[in-house]
């Protein structure tokens, strides 16, 4: 059972990561969290994170090359956001 200074500990640190999730991200900025459901959440592309699990980001980073080539490959069909 933990001792009320563990508690104590565990409250401080919650206030803590309490005022950082507080803090507006920086427009732009990504950054990376686990979900509830424990996988990856990557936030800052749009305006909802991107999330998956991973043995799913694990396939999608083993096609990067891929990936950029076939953007390189439809440069001119593709959409460039502002």
Do not use: C
């Not at 950082?20 to 990504?30: C, D, E, I, S, Y």
């Not at 083993?62 to 593709?78: A, P, S």
Request: hydrophobic fraction near 35%; charge should be positive; proline fraction near 4%.
């Amino acid at each position: 059972m933990p001792t009320e200074e563990d508690l104590k500990a565990e409250i401080e640190r919650l206030k803590a990561e309490n005022e950082t999730l507080k803090k507006p991200a920086v427009r732009g900025q990504m950054f990376l969290k686990v979900s509830e459901k424990g996988a990856l959440s990557v936030y800052g592309l749009g305006r909802f994170p991107v999330t998956l699990y991973r043995e799913q980001w694990d396939k999608l980073l083993g096609l990067g090359d891929q990936i950029r080539q076939f953007i390189q490959d439809n440069d001119h069909l593709l959409k460039k956001k502002e």
